[in-house]
């Protein structure tokens, strides 16, 4: 389980956060993905920002982790490809990326879609992203409507219910440099 600190004045709701933390991260099945989760809570201003550090994630799929090309010829103005899957796996991925013309078995297909090995068939890091996004929202307070993300190594959110001061994004960038510098 990530490591979770509370920056917020009031004990009682610092230790209400750390439940609701606890809970999300279980609920988004990340808790073990995730190094450290930093919330800072200004009840007062009010604004709130979440910053995660995580665990590397895998390397994406690319086509050439998961089919090789059995032949390829020109037809007219375009090219048929016939690809042999070596992994299924990924294969549902790899399927809603190709026009494909024929499957005469589980793993051959016929395409005209123009092949490139290094095409990305499955990005974890965009799965994983959109779990943290969402974990983030469910730990936000109701009310909080006006969200703002930084990206980087971490991600951190900033939510407030009126626009954001100079000095909250300020704290909010800082959490990231903070975080993305051990």
Known sequence: MAKIHIDCEDKAGREIYHRIIQSALMDVVIGKSLIKVVMICREKDPYFII???????SKPVKLRDVATVEE????GDR?????K??????APQLLERLNILDQPSRFEIVTDTPIDPDMVIYDAKEEFISKVLDFMNR???EG???RKTFYGKSIVMIASERPFEDGWIKKALELKEELESG
């Open 85 to 90: 899957i070596e992994d299924e796996t990924y």
């Open 144 to 146: 909080m409507r006006i």
């Open 79 to 83: 090219t048929i490809t016939r690809l």
């Open 139 to 141: 730990v936000f307070p």
């Open 51 to 57: 910053g995660v550090l995580p665990r590397s994630t």
């Open 72 to 75: 390829s010829k020109r037809e």
